[in-house]
């Protein structure tokens, strides 16, 4: 089975190491420097590719069974749909700002699955809602709270990111939609800031965010929210940031020159931000959903606390996304997804393999998620 991996970047790593040892993988970006480290490292082919062209991508995809995507989100809408119009399967983490619902009816006509946002959080909080939706669970509420850290808390941000520290700057302006008494209502980024615990960790804050995407639109649940964990003092940072104007789009004006205040920050935030090569750093998550399952009113509760791995070198961001996405892409290839359209996790775990499935291929990869009945 020939598999085309469309993009190079940081999450493309663990699907590389993943996939290339039972598929005939090859990788494509636009970035020869990306394409050659990852291509030599894990030896897969490599294709010199424009992937914010939508021909170049109808034209790259026609030869494969199946398309992975790991592209910036914001080309990722239109890869997907690009994917789709070539009449290709596609399992995708490039999580773009727009609805991909929108592109379902264009799916089922091509009679195709897309397979979407199927990393960490969207992906495994997505899979676990749904898995316990579709079995019969009455959910009530539905919490998520998720973060990647650097173990070492340095001064001043006490945050290194594990992606693009513009997609991260997302997080601190983009209002956060949750759902509240059954409707779907907006509030501030970095709103309703709480403090949790953590084992071996400790302390740490939650904000909301705009993490629940297709959620809003696909299960019935009257309460749903999602939050990401920094370490106390971040956040608070981030909002002096924001209100001073250093996350603006509009472009000011700097003795002469249009500057816009994101393009400067994000320059000089990079190096900040930056994980060294052999950091060390973690990925923390917990999904609580709170109902009535089987007669009784019930509270599970997921975690997850992954670290890098010394020996290969994947971050714990990239092995917890990366390692969904390819579970996801197993499962497609085995010919078990007989529904066509946009599927997003809570929608592929109608079928109660699939969640068992993805834990399991986790687990073989090192990815621990520990299951909890809360009294």
């Given at each position: 089975?020939?598999?085309?991996?469309?993009?190079?970047?940081?999450?493309?790593?663990?699907?590389?190491?993943?996939?290339?040892?039972?598929?005939?993988?090859?990788?494509a970006d636009i970035d020869d420097e990306h394409l050659?480290?990852?291509?030599?490292?894990?030896?897969?082919?490599?294709?010199?590719?424009?992937?914010?062209?939508p021909n170049a991508i109808r034209e790259l995809v026609k030869d494969f069974d199946i398309v992975v995507g790991a592209i910036p989100g914001s080309l990722g809408y239109q890869m997907v749909q690009s994917v789709i119009?070539?009449?290709?399967?596609?399992?995708?983490?490039s999580f773009c700002p727009e609805d991909v619902l929108n592109l379902d009816s264009l799916a089922k006509k091509q009679r195709v699955p897309a397979i979407v946002d199927i990393g960490v959080a969207p992906g495994m909080s997505n899979l676990?809602?749904?898995?316990?939706?579709?079995?019969?669970?009455?959910?009530?509420?539905?919490?998520?709270y998720v973060g990647g850290l650097?173990?070492?808390?340095?001064?001043?941000?006490?945050?290194?990111?594990?992606?693009?520290?513009?997609?991260?700057?997302?997080?601190?302006?983009?209002?956060?939609r949750i759902k509240r008494h059954g409707k779907i209502i907006t509030l501030p980024a970095?709103?309703?800031?709480?403090?949790?615990?953590?084992?071996?960790?400790?302390?740490?804050?939650?904000?909301?965010?705009?993490g629940l995407r297709t959620l809003l639109f696909t299960l019935d649940v009257r309460e749903m929210i999602e939050k990401t964990l920094r370490y106390p003092g971040h956040v608070e940072l981030m909002e002096a940031m924001r209100h001073t104007g250093?996350?603006?789009?509009?472009?000011?004006?700097?003795?002469?020159?249009?500057?816009?205040?994101?393009?400067?920050?994000?320059?000089?935030?990079?190096?900040?931000?930056q994980l060294e090569d052999d950091e060390k750093e973690f990925t923390v998550m917990r999904v609580m959903i709170q109902g009535v399952d089987k007669g009784k009113s019930v509270t599970y509760e997921?975690?997850?606390?992954?670290?890098?791995?010394?020996?290969?070198?994947?971050?714990?961001?990239?092995?917890?996304?990366?390692?969904?996405?390819?579970?996801?892409?197993?499962?497609?290839?085995?010919?078990?997804?007989?529904?066509?359209?946009?599927?997003?996790?809570?929608?592929?775990?109608?079928?109660p393999e699939v969640l068992p499935f993805v834990f399991q291929h986790l687990e073989a990869r090192g990815v621990q998620w520990e299951k909890r009945l809360l009294d």
């Open positions: 089975m020939r598999i085309i991996l469309l993009g190079a970047g940081r999450m493309a790593q663990a699907i590389t190491h993943d996939l290339s040892a039972d598929f005939d993988l090859t990788i050659h480290h990852l291509g030599s490292q894990c030896k897969v082919p490599t294709q010199h590719t424009d992937l914010a062209d119009e070539a009449g290709k399967p596609l399992v995708d983490i676990i809602l749904g898995h316990h939706y579709a079995m019969g669970m009455q959910v009530e509420s539905f919490v998520c650097p173990v070492e808390r340095k001064w001043p941000y006490a945050y290194k990111a594990p992606f693009s520290p513009i997609d991260v700057i997302e997080e601190y302006t983009r209002p956060a970095l709103s309703e800031r709480e403090r949790l615990h953590f084992d071996t960790i400790g302390e740490l804050e939650a904000f909301n965010t705009d250093y996350f603006d789009t509009e472009p000011v004006d700097v003795n002469g020159q249009s500057i816009a205040p994101i393009d400067l920050t994000e320059k000089l935030l990079l190096p900040q931000w997921y975690d997850l606390l992954d670290y890098r791995d010394p020996e290969t070198g994947l971050s714990s961001m990239a092995r917890t996304t990366g390692f969904t996405c390819t579970a996801a892409v197993r499962w497609l290839a085995s010919g078990k997804v007989e529904d066509t359209g946009i599927l997003p996790g809570e929608l592929l775990a109608k079928d």
